[in-house]
C-alpha cells in the first residue's frame, strides 16, 4: 500500500536552516508529482511546494528563494530545504502525492517544525 513517512522537524531559531525528508513506499515514486503542504496551528492547509517528474519546481510566495524542493527517485525520498526560516514557518508538514499535478490522493502524517528563539 502507498506509504509517506515524514521525518527531520525539529525546532530552529530564526534565521536557521532544516531539511524535512519523505520517504514513500508502495508506488511508482518517479512517476508521480510530489508536494510538501504545510499547517500552523490554528489556521488551514498551505501548499508550498511541488517537484515535477522532470524535477521541475514551483513554490508558494511565502517560501520562494528560501525554500528547495528536490526528490531522490534511487531512494524514493523528497526532501524539502528550508534556509531563513521564521516564526511563520511553524507547522506540521505534510508531503502529499498527487497526480494530474493537482489532484492529491495519499498523505503523511507530517513532521512539526518550530521556528522560536
Known amino acids: 500500500q502507498v506509504q509517506l513517512v515524514e521525518s527531520g522537524g525539529g525546532l530552529v531559531h530564526p534565521g536557521g536552516s532544516l531539511r524535512v525528508s519523505c520517504a514513500a513506499s508502495?508506488?511508482?515514486?518517479?512517476?508521480?508529482?510530489m508536494n510538501w503542504v504545510r499547517q500552523a496551528p490554528g489556521k488551514g492547509l498551505e501548499w508550498v511546494s511541488q517537484?515535477?517528474?522532470?524535477?521541475?519546481?514551483l513554490y508558494g510566495d511565502s517560501v520562494k528563494g528560501r525554500f528547495t524542493v528536490s526528490r531522490d527517485n534511487t531512494k524514493n525520498t523528497l526532501y524539502l530545504q528550508m534556509d531563513s526560516l521564521e516564526p511563520d514557518d511553524t507547522g506540521l508538514y505534510y508531503c502529499?502525492?498527487?497526480?494530474?499535478?493537482?489532484?492529491?490522493?495519499?498523505w503523511g502524517v507530517g513532521t512539526q517544525v518550530t521556528v522560536s528563539s
Open positions: 508502495g508506488f511508482a515514486f518517479s512517476e508521480y508529482y
Open positions: 502529499a502525492r498527487s497526480q494530474n499535478r493537482w489532484e492529491f490522493d495519499y
Open positions: 517537484i515535477d517528474t522532470r524535477h521541475d519546481a
